[in-house]
């Protein structure tokens, strides 16, 4: 899958296993592409490979906005500017539908 992060952004490959659908991996991505361009000063991500993590994988707190509620995490894998950082991605049903999601550095990622 290919997609543009932002209109005048080039497209960026995605690859790997997903449970998001495009218009969800896009919003996603722009809290990845924002904080790849303003925290790590880099313009430019090459590849994001994503992976669903198995239940249990992921230390469940119950004082993120998920709960412990049904959640699905990710690990996306961002190649910008040479370099290589690792994401997690949390999906959940929102309650008054849809799906809610939530970005941040993989834990054990310094900043």
Known sequence: MVFSATPA???VRFTGNTSADATLIHDAFQYVALYVR???????????????LPDGAIKRD?????????????????T????????????????EGGTMYRVELSPGTDS
């Open 9 to 11: 952004q080039e497209q």
């Open 38 to 52: 303003e925290s790590l000063k880099c313009p430019n991500i090459e590849l994001v490979e994503s992976e669903v």
């Open 62 to 78: 119950p004082a993120q906005p998920e709960g412990t509620g049904p959640a699905t995490f990710e690990r996306w894998t961002v």
């Open 80 to 95: 910008f500017c040479g370099k290589k950082r690792p994401f997690l991605i949390v999906f959940w049903p929102s309650k």
